[in-house]
């Protein structure tokens, strides 16, 4: 059974840059003809797909956050990460990591396996 699992911290001030890592267990990140995506629910609002690493290491971004994220893989580890910079209170949300064979998807439905979450707040 695939696991995964958001880590980082809780708090971040704005402007500067949010870290998250996902960490992925009972499967490997570089099989399987998954995508390993990051997605993100606002408070009140729907799920938003931000971008994804497949499992050749290629990167896929959300062109409304293109210019501020960056998804990258340690595969020794079996991780993946997201980083998002100039965050801003907007960026508020519950962040989760997901795979799917499927990219930019916006439902649940379309992932086999996600983690639970992990809340991120952008406050001074």
């Known amino acids: 059974q695939v696991q995964l699992r958001e880590s980082g911290p809780g708090l971040v001030k704005p402007s500067q840059t949010l870290s998250l890592t996902c960490t992925v267990s009972?499967?490997?990140?570089?099989?399987?003809?998954?995508?390993w995506s990051w997605i993100r629910q606002p408070p009140g609002k729907g799920l938003e797909w931000m971008g994804a690493?497949?499992?050749?290491?290629?990167?896929h971004y959300s062109p409304s956050l293109r210019s501020r994220t960056s998804i990258s893989r340690d595969t020794s580890k079996n991780q993946f990460t997201l980083q998002l910079s100039s965050v801003t209170p907007q960026d508020t949300a519950v962040y989760y990591c997901a795979a799917g064979r499927s990219i930019r998807a916006s439902n649940w439905s379309d992932y086999d396996y996600r983690g639970q979450g992990t809340q991120v707040t952008v406050s001074s």
């Open positions: 690493i497949d499992y050749i290491g290629y990167t």
């Open positions: 009972g499967g490997s990140i570089t099989s399987g003809d998954y995508y």
